[in-house]
């Protein structure tokens, strides 16, 4: 058989060219994933980075009163949202409004209303509570729900939540409860005494959550 | 001078093998046409748009409204340019052109696609075409959506905050895959010149390449012919050439359909960024994609939440709805070539009717697509009062499915319906007119 086998100039030719492509592609391909890699930056915790934790002053996020500290007469069935506001190294003030996921919510409620699943020792004398204010499903930042006050509306899918109800799911797509923020009163100033109590949105998980706050703690004490 | 040229560029060879390209008289061609159009235009004020806008998401202070030394009011750059555009004389026109083109090319795609599938344009050997025709319609809806965040105002800010939402939903590599698409965790501090990357310099090569495939490819194939080259001159080609008749209906063309677009900038506002605001944590109410995506945001607002393990990672509806479902549906418009079994070449354009199968599936799938675009309306529905958050989702789930099985029985009937009064027209003919009278059966 092999005796028969024509060499064929044309057909080495042919080989090679084919060689040299898939040489060639493979080439490509391993530097435009080396390409990809450096698309993607590292990710440096700063104070602004930060999530909500303990000491932090609530502080007003709407840009006509942006910075100004939440004070409990400004509170009502409208949520007011907020921002966390820590220090940074030097002990100077910083407002944590760099990841979005650190966007609050706040809510004051007539006594008796707020009631089981929330956590009733991290509100403030049971009315008043805080929570992420990043929906659970896409991430779209929730607003009040105009026909019902005091309930939560998601503009992107119509997700509904209950800030009454631990920020329970009344309504919608998103799989999860807003996260609890626990909070406490300083003087004339609402602050918070530590991280969300769930996960917050972009979290999928509990744990990975929980090994992110780790994570802060270690890095900004 | 035509021999000098002729003698270095081989004019005549061109002329033959290009210039002379016949193209069919059927107002239904110019749809591709007009797409073509609509891409130069976006390409031209795209680049005048470049010109002045600023691709940065750092903070500068709001020239048009400094605020005090103390507490000044800070944007991000890109935010401001697009202010400052505004500002420009045209400025607003030059944005509010390149917005409706694009809105208008996608259009103009979509018809053309329908008018290819419901001619039956797509079958061998044009099963490429109708591919690279796909690849089109998805990085042309790409560019669209990059495009939209480019103002960095509160809308593109929102947008884009849902876009990466859903790139981290895939599960085992979103993480990564967001994060190295969109510059870090959202919002990066690079985002925008990201972004801006691909908007002019990536998204816009890869569409010229495919626009340039899709043609050469077309000249080669040549256009299918309309039905009454068939009677004219059977397997010959029957239209007007490039070089002269087609290129003066061409540039008329182009120049009546820029001038309309113009007069839509003129008068019809889109995307008012100053309206929008800056970025803010503050929701839009009521928040929507443009049309053409509206179908993905309908399914993610009716697929109800849930979460599900699978080997470590997560299957989230958000990746169901606008990742899996999406897929499906277009990888589905990717079948299509693939549904024709005929091993003959296409010559001439199919009479929608004849194929009464084909025909009621677009229909129902347009249904389809409408429905899903109706349910992206949920929450306006359930303000007005139509609808309840109890039974929204029901109804819409309802429609979905029973829209698109009506559309198809609808056609059905109507084409058998089409059908009969032809045939009884075709005896009728035949009985006055004798041998005289022709079959019209394909037309
Ligand atoms: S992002 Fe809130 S419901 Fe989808």
Redesign the interface.
């Known amino acids: 058989m092999t005796r028969y086998r024509k060499q064929d100039p044309e057909l080495t030719r042919r080989k090679f060219i084919n060689a040299a492509m898939g040489g060639a592609a493979a080439v490509g391909t391993l530097s435009l994933v080396s390409a990809?890699g450096s698309?993607?930056?590292v990710?440096r915790l700063t104070p602004a980075l930060a999530p909500p934790m303990a000491g932090d002053v609530l502080v007003h996020?709407?840009?006509s009163r942006y910075g100004e500290p939440v004070k409990v007469s400004d509170l009502g069935l409208q949520l007011v949202?907020a921002?966390p506001q820590g220090k940074d190294k030097n002990g100077d003030p910083v407002i944590r409004?760099q990841?979005?996921t650190s966007?609050l919510a706040i809510f004051k409620y007539p006594a008796g209303q707020v009631q089981e699943p929330t956590d009733l020792n991290a509100t403030i004398d049971g009315q008043i509570v805080a929570y992420g204010?990043r929906c659970?499903?896409?991430?779209?930042?929730?607003?009040n729900n105009?026909?019902q006050p005091g309930l939560m509306?998601?503009?992107?899918?119509?997700?509904?939540y209950d800030p009454k109800l631990g920020g329970k799911?009344i309504?919608?797509?998103?799989?999860?409860p807003l996260p609890q923020l626990p909070i406490k009163m300083d003087g004339d100033k609402i602050v918070a005494t530590g991280f969300f109590l769930s996960r917050p949105y972009?979290y999928?998980?509990e744990e990975d959550w929980k090994a992110y706050t780790e994570q802060v703690k270690e890095v900004l004490g | 001078m035509n021999q000098w040229l002729d003698e270095r560029l081989h004019i005549s060879r061109l002329n033959d093998k290009f210039l002379r390209k016949a193209f069919p008289v059927h107002h239904s061609f110019f749809l591709g046409e007009i797409t073509l159009f609509s891409l130069i235009v976006l390409i031209i004020t795209g680049i005048l748009l470049a010109l002045s806008y600023e691709p940065s998401n750092s903070l500068v202070t709001n020239s048009f409204d400094p605020g005090t030394s103390a507490k000044p009011n800070l944007i991000p750059a890109a935010y401001h340019s697009a202010l400052k555009i505004n500002a420009m004389p045209f400025g607003d026109m030059l944005r509010r052109l390149h917005h409706w083109m694009a809105n208008i090319m996608i259009a103009a795609a979509v018809i053309h696609m329908m008018r290819i599938y419901f001619t039956g344009a797509f079958k061998k050997p044009r099963e490429i075409n109708w591919w690279i025709g796909m690849l089109l319609l998805i990085f042309a809806g790409l560019t669209a959506v990059t495009g939209y965040i480019l103002p960095y105002d509160n809308y593109a800010y929102?947008t884009v905050?849902?876009v990466?939402?859903?790139t981290?939903s895939v599960p085992w590599v979103g993480d990564?895959a967001a994060?190295?698409?969109f510059?870090?965790?959202?919002?990066?501090a690079?985002i925008i010149p990201r972004i801006y990357g691909y908007h002019i310099m990536l998204l816009p090569g890869i569409l010229l390449a495919l626009t340039g495939a899709h043609m050469l490819i077309m000249i080669k194939q040549k256009h299918t012919q309309p039905q009454y080259a068939k009677r004219l001159a059977y397997k010959k080609i029957v239209g007007v050439p490039l070089i002269t008749q087609q290129t003066p209906i061409m540039l008329l063309l182009a120049l009546l359909f820029t001038g309309i677009v113009m007069l839509f900038a003129a008068f019809i506002p889109v995307h008012p960024v100053e309206v929008f605001g800056p970025p803010?944590?503050?929701?839009?109410?009521?928040?929507k994609p443009d049309w053409y995506l509206l179908w993905v945001?309908g399914a993610?607002?009716i697929?109800?939440?849930?979460?599900l393990e699978l080997l470590g990672g997560?299957i989230?509806?958000?990746f169901v709805?606008a990742m899996v479902f999406p897929g499906i549906v277009i990888g589905a418009m990717f079948a299509v070539p693939m549904l024709d079994r005929s091993k003959e070449n296409l010559y001439y354009a199919e009479n929608p009717t004849n194929h009464p199968v084909r025909l009621a599936a677009g229909t129902a799938f347009m249904g389809f697509m409408l429905a899903l675009s109706l349910a992206g309306y949920?929450?306006d529905l359930?303000?007005a009062g139509v609808l309840t958050?109890a039974n929204?989702n029901a109804i819409l789930w309802i429609l979905v499915f029973v829209v698109p099985a009506l559309t198809y029985f609808a056609t059905i009937g109507i084409v058998r319906l089409i059908r009969a009064l032809r045939e009884a027209d075709e005896r009728d003919a035949a009985v006055h007119s004798g041998q005289l009278g022709h079959s019209a059966a394909d037309d």
């Open positions: 990809l698309a993607k930056p990710f996020a709407d840009p949202r921002w409004d990841d979005p966007v204010d659970m499903h896409a991430g779209c930042n929730v607003g105009d026909q509306n998601c503009p992107c899918h119509s997700g509904q799911v309504g919608g797509p998103p799989p999860a972009g999928t998980k | 929102q905050g849902v990466y939402a859903i981290k990564w994060q190295a698409a510059a870090g965790q959202f919002p990066g690079g803010s944590s503050t929701p839009i109410p009521n928040i945001f993610l607002a697929i109800p939440g849930f979460d997560s989230s509806a958000e709805g949920k929450p359930i303000e958050t929204a």
